[in-house]
């Protein structure tokens, strides 16, 4: 390969993978190296606007427990809850498992929220209803890879939601 021809590769290459950089970050695959934590906060506020819920904030501390809790699921990412004193759901996933997949997973679990009822019909909603409770106002979420290779991801929510007899929104 002459030195054009190398220039010509190097710079085709360079193209493509700022390419592949950007798109995976419009389509929320690939994290923010300055923000982290965004898609978490961005597919949160998506599920909420559209039920006219305000929007949720990150916060350091919650994002602290969070992390704290992730790091004792490394050892078989079992899927247990934390028995915290924040609202919480968790994902478990493989590869590189963004924040945005784990968020859009729960939010799968509207249709089966009934605000008529207030209840779920015919599946599971906590999920769906914990990203969209509205007095959840504070954030915080982490991920783990796991000695099994999945990925443990959790997010906690302040004030927990989810209270029997009262609508997330």
């Given at each position: ?73 490394i050892?078989?990412?079992d899927?247990e ?55 959840s ?33």
């Open positions: 390969m002459g030195f054009s021809n190398l220039s010509l590769y190097i710079c085709s290459v360079a193209l493509l993978l700022a390419a592949r950089v950007s798109l995976a970050r419009k389509v929320g695959y690939a994290p923010n190296p300055s923000n982290p934590h965004q898609d978490f906060v961005d597919e949160h506020n998506r599920a909420r606007a559209a039920v006219g819920v305000g929007p949720i904030r990150w916060n350091d501390t919650v994002a602290a427990y969070a992390q704290n809790y992730a790091n004792t699921r050892r078989g990412c899927m809850h934390s028995g915290g004193p924040y609202g919480e759901n968790l994902a478990e996933g493989y590869g590189e498992m963004t924040g945005a997949q784990a968020v859009k997973f729960w939010v799968t679990e509207r249709p089966n929220y009934d605000y008529g009822s207030n209840k779920c019909v015919g599946d599971e909603c906590g999920h769906y209803t914990q990203v969209v409770w509205r007095n106002v504070h954030l915080g979420c982490a991920r783990a890879k796991c000695d099994n290779n999945w990925v443990f991801v959790i997010c906690s929510y302040d004030p927990p939601g989810n209270y029997e007899g009262e609508r997330p929104y």
